[in-house]
C-alpha cells in the first residue's frame, strides 16, 4: 500500500497542490489554503462589528446581530452554503462563482463563531477598562479602539488561529458545490484511479492533519508566550502595589 500512495503522489503532486492550473482554474491545496485566508481575514472585522453590536446599549442595532449570530451558530454550515448556493442566483439573477458563494458563506460563519470570541475577550477585561478611559477623555468609540480591543484582541491571539484551523476543515464542505479546494482535487485523482480510493483519501487525510496539528502548536506556543508575559507583568506590578504599605508599617 505504501508504494500505491507513493505512486499517487508522484504522479498526482501537481493536480492536489494546484489543480487544473494553469489550464484551468487554480485548485488543490493552494485554493484551500487561500480560500482559509480570505475566510479568516474577512471574518475578522465583520466578528468584531458583530461583537461591538451584541455590546451595544441600542436595541434596533443589538438584537437583529443577537439574531443572526444565534441563527448562523445554530445551523449547519453545510444548509448556509446550500442556501448560498440556491438563493443567492435566485434572488439576484447573477450566476455567482461557487469559490465566491463560500467565501461568503465562510465568512458570515466563522464571524458569527469569532464575534463570541471577541465578546467574550472585551467582558473579560472589565468595566474598570472603559471607566479608566473615558476618565482620560476617550469616547466610547476611542476607548474601543486604543484601549479595550487591543488589550482583547491580543488575549484572542491562540482563539483566532484555532478558528483559522477549524476553516480550514470547513473548506472541505465546498465539494458540494464543486469549489476546487483540495478535496476536489483529491475526488479528481480517485475518479481516474478508481480502483484505490483508500490511498488517494489518506494522504488527504493526513495533508489536513498536518496542516491543522501545525496551526494548532503554533496556537499553544502563542497562548504560553502571552501567559507568561502576563505572569511577568503581574511580578513587576507586585511590589509596586507592596511598596506603601511598607512605608506606612515603617512609620513610628
Same mark, same amino acid.
Given at each position: ?15 492536489? #497542490? !494546484?489543480?487544473?492550473?494553469?489550464? $484551468? ?8 489554503? !487561500? ?13 468584531? #462589528? ?17 439574531? #443572526? ?11 448556509? !452554503? ?10 439576484? $439573477? ?15 460563519? *466563522? &464571524? ?13 477585561? &472589565?468595566? $474598570?477598562? +472603559? ?12 476607548? +474601543? ?22 476553516? !480550514? ?12 479546494? #483540495?478535496?476536489?482535487?483529491?475526488? *479528481?485523482? /480517485? /475518479? ?42 503581574? /511580578? ?17
Amino acid at each position: 500500500m505504501i508504494n500505491d500512495i507513493l505512486a499517487i503522489i508522484r504522479d498526482y503532486w501537481l493536480l492536489l #497542490l !494546484i489543480g487544473q492550473y494553469p489550464n $484551468g482554474p487554480l485548485g488543490g491545496l493552494a485554493n484551500t489554503l !487561500i480560500l482559509s485566508a480570505l475566510s479568516i481575514a474577512l471574518a475578522f472585522p465583520v466578528s468584531i #462589528l458583530f461583537a461591538l453590536a451584541r455590546l451595544s446599549k441600542w436595541r434596533l442595532l443589538r438584537w437583529p446581530v443577537t439574531a #443572526l449570530v444565534y441563527v448562523t451558530r445554530g445551523v449547519p454550515l453545510l444548509m448556509l !452554503i446550500l442556501w448560498s448556493y440556491f438563493l443567492v442566483p435566485l434572488w439576484t $439573477g447573477a450566476d455567482v462563482p461557487s469559490f465566491v458563494t463560500m467565501l461568503t458563506t465562510l465568512v458570515v460563519y *466563522q &464571524g458569527a463563531f469569532l464575534s463570541e470570541v471577541v465578546r467574550g475577550g472585551i467582558v473579560a477585561l &472589565g468595566h $474598570g477598562q +472603559m471607566e479608566a478611559a473615558k476618565a482620560l477623555g476617550h469616547s466610547y468609540l476611542g476607548a +474601543m479602539r486604543f484601549i479595550i480591543l487591543p488589550q482583547a484582541l491580543y488575549n484572542m491571539i491562540p482563539s483566532i488561529i484555532s478558528t483559522f484551523v477549524s476553516t !480550514i476543515k470547513d473548506t472541505t464542505l465546498g465539494y458540494v458545490i464543486n469549489v476546487p479546494d #483540495l478535496t476536489f482535487a483529491a475526488s *479528481q485523482v /480517485n /475518479n481516474q484511479l478508481l480502483t484505490q480510493p483508500f490511498q488517494v483519501f489518506l494522504i488527504l487525510a493526513v495533508v489536513y492533519y498536518a496542516i491543522c496539528w501545525s496551526l494548532t502548536h503554533v496556537a499553544n506556543v502563542i497562548e504560553q508566550r502571552i501567559t507568561r508575559r502576563r505572569a511577568g507583568m503581574t /511580578n513587576r506590578a507586585a511590589p509596586v502595589s507592596l511598596a506603601p504599605s511598607k512605608i506606612v508599617s515603617e512609620q513610628p
